[in-house]
């Protein structure tokens, strides 16, 4: 089953020759591209708000902030408050350094290819 042009999945990469590391992260978390272009932008510009962010993606701030909801929940992005000196807060998002991040898509696809493994080998064993 292929995902669709903004969320692609998996089986995907088995189609793509040469994919994008942004083409890999959204297949293999089963995020949508402009999740994947959040978190590389936060690599590139570590603790930045919602506005920041919505500013430099060019994407409205209420969007952003859903695509930084899901990032967070597969833990490819920290959040933290930072306090304002006139009262209140906002917060900062930083992505998770690319090197963790990679371990993260090597361990994901090696539990997806040992599923196929296992899935093969079980074939007509019943």
């Not at 902030?65 to 490819?76: A, D, H, I, V, W």
């Not at 306090?83 to 350094?97: I, K, N, R, S, W």
Request: proline share 5%.
């Amino acid at each position: 089953m292929s995902g669709t042009p903004d969320t692609p999945e998996i089986e995907d990469l088995m189609e793509t020759e040469e994919p994008s590391f942004q083409h890999i992260l959204a297949c293999v978390f089963g995020i949508q591209d402009h999740e994947s272009r959040t978190y590389l932008a936060l690599l590139d510009q570590p603790d930045s708000t919602v506005a920041e962010l919505a500013e430099v993606l060019e994407r409205d701030r209420s969007n952003v902030n859903r695509s930084l909801t899901t990032l967070l929940s597969k833990n490819l992005v920290e959040r933290r408050r930072r306090l304002l000196d006139p009262g209140g807060y906002v917060y900062e998002y930083t992505a998770v350094e690319l090197p963790e991040a990679k371990e993260m898509l090597h361990s994901a696809l090696d539990g997806w290819v040992e599923n196929v493994h296992s899935a093969i080998d079980g074939f007509g064993q019943q």
